[in-house]
């Protein structure tokens, strides 16, 4: 009797564990959850409709060619996931005994989406009204040459062509597949157009215009740099209709009246020979000097041939001229002193030097300019801060180097009762020399230190005077030259390069 009763519970049991396992064959096992969803009892359609009602709409991001970003709000277009075929998974692994196991433990696990649902029409808009859809539906087919701001540009409407349907069939694929990131590139979504005649034309051209526009030319101009851009360079460029032109050799044709208008117009800017300058003095006021035998002269004929033998590649019609940096305004040493040939205070008697030097780094020519004449300093201030003022107003010469007053003296210029004053002007030291004899028609006099800085006028030592500031300079001055202390000419001549301006005015 007791193992009848033990046969009929034993069949009873099993009848319950085959009734649950049949239950939970469609229905999630107790002690489960998902994505914090409590499942126990439920089918996968009643726990899909629940995760889909917790999870985020998706951000649906499309990658053009370029590798540019462009997003569908997935709440706007419709598109929801779908945990149905990663339920049905789940549950077929979990639906035999294994539930036995969540009675001691309740099971959590986390789970994404296999696929995604949308509606139609709700995804086809937000897809059409992307702006990258919108630009290749607008896009022109061929090829042409388009000017900006920024230099010449090739407007291709052929290559890369986004097929808009293929787009779209490829981003439902992926979806279909749980990505939300679609790779447009990656799925073939592009295609080329063939190029007619025309095309071909415009591409030869555009061959010429990019190597052209590749070359990195910067003026070295001392204190400033200027980088010639292709915004610059294809503005030297000759065309027709907005258009540069070829000529017979295939070549583009650079216009030398645009180099020279533009050489031209740096020298505008860089040259001061002739020019007058605002001059702030030591005494406190700004007082208006002329250069004189300093200042700077671009030798633009020299500057033109560069450009035009650089950009062209004609070296035989445009030779280039190769500066060389000397770092004075003139020659060393030319000039006239007064007392050894008599030349009146004030005459000029220089010849202008020229420097400069050309380079070449990675993909960048760097050209330092020829110059006619070129200052101490190159720069838009070619004076610099090293240089002599000598305030004839106040008797009174200063040195500053590098900005800083280092020395200043009284002294004694020009004679002006007698006509001998001290000429104003920009000028500079263009020769240094030792115990030299000054002479004049009525005069010879010693001296230790000699620095010519105009023709005949220079700055020298004065060991016959005793006095030096005040009014001398009226009644009893130099014959146009700059007394100064004995023992402050040492110091100064030892201080002083050759080519150091000097500024001279009232």
Same mark, same amino acid.
Request: net charge negative; hydrophobic share 35%.
């Given at each position: 009797?007791?193992?009848?009763?033990?046969?009929?519970?034993?069949?009873? +049991?099993?009848?319950?564990?085959?009734?649950?396992?049949?239950?939970?064959?469609?229905?999630?096992?107790?002690?489960?959850?998902?994505?914090?969803?409590?499942?126990?009892?439920?089918?996968?359609?009643?726990?899909?409709?629940?995760?889909?009602?917790?999870?985020?709409?998706?951000?649906?991001?499309?990658?053009?060619?370029?590798?540019?970003?462009?997003?569908?709000?997935?709440?706007?277009?419709?598109?929801?996931?779908?945990?149905?075929?990663?339920?049905?998974?789940?549950?077929?692994? /979990?639906?035999?005994?294994?539930?036995?196991?969540?009675?001691?433990?309740?099971?959590?696990?986390?789970?994404?989406?296999?696929?995604?649902?949308?509606?139609?029409?709700?995804?086809?808009?937000?897809?059409?009204? +992307?702006?990258?859809?919108?630009?290749?539906?607008?896009?022109?087919?061929? *090829?042409?040459?388009?000017?900006?701001? /920024?230099?010449?540009?090739?407007?291709?409407? /052929?290559?890369?062509?986004?097929?808009?349907?293929?787009?779209?069939?490829?981003?439902?694929?992926?979806?279909?597949? @749980?990505?939300?990131?679609?790779?447009?590139?990656?799925?073939?979504?592009?295609?080329?157009?063939?190029?007619?005649?025309?095309?071909?034309?415009?591409?030869?051209?555009?061959?010429?215009?990019?190597?052209?526009?590749?070359?990195?030319?910067?003026?070295?101009?001392?204190?400033?740099?200027?980088?010639?851009?292709?915004?610059?360079?294809?503005?030297?460029?000759?065309?027709?209709?907005?258009?540069?032109?070829?000529?017979?050799?295939?070549?583009?044709?650079?216009?030398?009246?645009?180099?020279?208008?533009?050489?031209?117009?740096?020298?505008?800017?860089?040259?001061?020979?002739?020019?007058?300058?605002?001059?702030?003095?030591?005494?406190?006021?700004?007082?208006?000097?002329?250069?004189?035998?300093?200042?700077?002269?671009?030798?633009?004929?020299?500057?033109?041939?560069?450009?035009?033998?650089?950009?062209?590649?004609?070296?035989?019609?445009?030779?280039?001229?190769?500066?060389?940096?000397?770092?004075?305004?003139?020659?060393?040493?030319?000039?006239?002193?007064?007392?050894?040939?008599?030349?009146?205070?004030?005459?000029?008697?220089?010849?202008?030097?020229?420097?400069?030097?050309? @380079?070449?780094?990675?993909?960048?020519?760097?050209?330092?300019? *020829?110059?006619?004449?070129?200052?101490? *300093?190159?720069?838009?201030?070619?004076?610099?801060?090293?240089?002599?003022? *000598?305030?004839?107003?106040?008797?009174?010469?200063?040195?500053?180097?590098?900005?800083?007053?280092?020395?200043?003296?009284?002294?004694?210029?020009?004679?002006?009762?007698?006509?001998?004053?001290?000429?104003?002007?920009?000028?500079?030291?263009?020769?240094?020399?030792?115990?030299?004899?000054?002479?004049?028609?009525?005069?010879?006099?010693?001296?230790?230190?000699?620095?010519?800085?105009?023709?005949?006028?220079?700055?020298?030592?004065? /060991?016959?005077?005793?006095?030096?500031?005040?009014?001398?300079?009226?009644?009893?001055?130099?014959?146009?030259?700059?007394?100064?202390?004995?023992?402050?000419?040492?110091?100064?001549?030892?201080?002083?390069?050759?080519?150091?301006?000097?500024?001279?005015?009232?």
């Amino acid at each position: 009797m007791l193992v009848l009763f033990l046969l009929i519970g034993m069949f009873i +049991l099993l009848g319950g564990y085959l009734a649950l396992a049949a239950y939970y064959s469609s229905h999630f096992p107790v002690n489960t959850w998902i994505n914090g969803v409590y499942c126990t009892g439920k089918t996968v359609d009643q726990v899909n409709q629940e995760l889909v009602q917790r999870a985020p709409a998706p951000v649906i991001t499309l990658v053009d060619a370029g590798g540019m970003q462009w997003q569908i709000d997935g709440e706007a277009a419709g598109v929801k996931p779908d945990y149905t075929k990663a339920l049905q998974d789940y549950l077929q692994q /979990n639906s035999t005994g294994f539930w036995i196991g969540n009675l001691r433990e309740a099971v959590s696990i986390s789970m994404e989406a296999g696929r995604f649902t949308w509606p139609a029409e709700g995804l086809r808009e937000c897809f059409e009204t +992307l702006p990258l859809v919108q630009a290749h539906k607008d896009r022109e087919e061929g *090829v042409s040459i388009q000017s900006t701001a /920024n230099g010449y540009v090739l407007q291709d409407g /052929n290559a890369m062509r986004l097929n808009v349907e293929k787009a779209y069939a490829y981003l439902e694929a992926c979806l279909k597949e @749980g990505e939300v990131s679609v790779d447009l590139g990656a799925g073939e979504c592009y295609s080329t157009l063939p190029d007619t005649d025309q095309d071909k034309i415009q591409r030869r051209l555009w061959m010429e215009l990019e190597a052209f526009q590749s070359q990195r030319i910067i003026y070295d101009m001392g204190a400033e740099s200027i980088e010639l851009t292709p915004e610059v360079t294809s503005g030297f460029l000759e065309t027709a209709k907005g258009i540069p032109t070829l000529d017979e050799g295939g070549r583009l044709v650079v216009s030398e009246g645009s180099v020279r208008a533009w050489v031209e117009e740096l020298a505008a800017r860089y040259d001061t020979c002739d020019t007058t300058k605002e001059f702030q003095s030591t005494r406190g006021d700004v007082v208006s000097v002329k250069y004189g035998t300093y200042g700077t002269k671009l030798d633009v004929e020299a500057e033109v041939n560069f450009l035009m033998g650089t950009l062209t590649g004609d070296l035989e019609k445009w030779p280039v001229q190769e500066s060389q940096e000397e770092g004075n305004g003139t020659e060393p040493g030319q000039g006239n002193p007064e007392e050894e040939n008599g030349t009146e205070p004030g005459q000029e008697d220089q010849d202008p030097g020229e420097s400069g030097e050309s @380079g070449q780094g990675q993909d960048v020519l760097v050209r330092v300019p *020829v110059y006619l004449q070129q200052g101490f *300093v190159r720069g838009l201030d070619d004076i610099g801060g090293t240089y002599i003022e *000598v305030d004839m107003t106040q008797q009174h010469m200063y040195y500053y180097m590098d900005g800083e007053l280092v020395l200043d003296t009284d002294i004694v210029t020009g004679d002006t009762s007698k006509r001998h004053g001290t000429p104003q002007g920009i000028n500079f030291v263009y020769n240094k020399q030792r115990n030299r004899i000054l002479r004049g028609p009525d005069y010879a006099s010693p001296v230790k230190y000699w620095m010519p800085v105009r023709g005949a006028v220079g700055i020298h030592d004065a /060991n016959w005077r005793s006095r030096f500031g005040g009014q001398i300079y009226k009644t009893n001055g130099s014959h146009g030259c700059i007394n100064t202390p004995s023992k402050i000419m040492g110091e100064l001549y030892d201080m002083v390069e050759i080519g150091t301006p000097v500024i001279m005015f009232y």
